[in-house]
């Protein structure tokens, strides 16, 4: 059986950057239940794959019901629930992805254990994977007045416990790389102002319309195919 | 600020695969110790991504000391162990990626659950994640005789417990998709013979010396930039 196949015994992270063209970081969503979270994660995810960009959000959807599975709302769990989402951030990070967790992520503590697990992911020549913090910015109010779920609604009648911003608190990043606010921007404003900021740092290609495009009608027609 | 942004609220699995040009899925290696799984493995990730195929490998050492670092070697924890890498696997897949997993798992009814957690992943018009079982199939005597870390001679001395092989069973598949023998062919033919069951199977896009090359050439460019 003739191959054309060459390897080397491992793969540094800077030649699978170069090999997939992009560069793998995790965004980590972080703010109060209807803040907005997933809806710009959702958005933001959509438009990095419509320019070409490999990106994967893990949410509750993907997560809560299959990977962490076994874990509960006790105080360890809550942290395990988080160390295990920063974990495969990384690890999709690793791979020349962008990862977009979206997850409330209250503590700061537990926000610093992903981000710190990401600064420890430096392996010889390879820098550590980037780690940007993106603090949705709401008022309580505006977030309990969309109550899309009735879970503020919930949380006030004690129907639940240890509601996040009603009877648990949230701590605000204290330097987060990127602060967006759902009332005050549409959801089309805060994904421009995050690709914005992702630019300038260099974490993605410059966009021009032509790749764009390219990358739309690409999709069409896979998707016609 | 002017965007040329849209988005809907969810993104099926088969947009994506779409959008990214590329099937998700999973290759399950499994076979005992040192019967050449991370070699094939690693070789394998490498030749996909020189043909611009998106692949990821998860092996013991990403894993074990991320991941799962809370779990140790009890009955339930190397469940867990497998179970949470069948989660992360399925994860990568339903993000357009090939997820490689290189672990001993000598259980069948370990393999059947991360089998099965794939084939529980149709969603609407989606269909379920392929999960590719690659038995890599050596008698246990050149297992043994290659011994790189000197792991079966430590088990023959009981100096290491329920080891897979010597003190512990390995439960050979029953049908895997793919077999291979490493001590009856090369790397490079392991490696040819999965992408040939890939390519038959439309897993992957036939390769053609022109995208290889073409996807060599980027990388290199990329790598002296």
């Given at each position: 059986m003739a191959t054309n196949i060459t390897w080397h015994p491992s793969l540094s992270r800077?030649?699978?950057?170069?090999?997939?063209?992009?560069?793998?970081?995790?965004?980590?969503?972080?703010?109060?239940?209807?803040?907005?979270?997933?809806?710009?994660?959702?958005?933001?995810?959509?438009?990095?794959?419509?320019?070409?960009?490999?990106?994967?959000?893990?949410?509750?959807?993907?997560?809560?019901?299959?990977?962490?599975?076994?874990?509960?709302?006790?105080?360890?769990h809550r942290q395990e629930n988080i160390r295990r989402i920063g974990e495969v951030a990384k690890l999709f990070a690793d791979s020349a992805q962008v990862a977009i967790t979206s997850f409330i992520s209250p503590f700061r503590a537990d926000r610093q254990l992903a981000r710190d697990l990401h600064a420890a992911s430096a392996h010889g020549a390879d820098d550590p994977l980037p780690f940007v913090e993106v603090y949705v910015d709401v008022p309580i109010e505006v977030a309990e007045q969309r109550d899309p779920k009735g879970l503020y609604k919930k949380a006030r009648a004690g129907e639940i416990k240890e509601f996040t911003g009603i009877s648990s608190p949230y701590e605000a990043p204290e330097n987060p790389e990127i602060i967006i606010r759902t009332h005050e921007n549409s959801v089309e404003e805060c994904v421009a102002q995050i690709v914005q900021w992702l630019e300038e740092k260099d974490l993605i290609p410059t966009k021009t319309a032509t790749a764009a495009t390219a990358a739309d009608a690409a999709g069409s027609a896979a998707l016609a195919s």
């Open positions: 800077r030649e699978r950057f170069a090999l997939r063209g992009q560069r793998g970081f995790t965004l980590w969503f972080t703010g109060l239940s209807a803040s907005g979270k997933s809806t710009v994660a959702t958005a933001l995810e959509q438009h990095l794959l419509h320019l070409g960009v490999a990106a994967y959000r893990l949410d509750g959807d993907n997560v809560r019901f299959g990977l962490n599975r076994d874990l509960g709302f006790s105080e360890a």
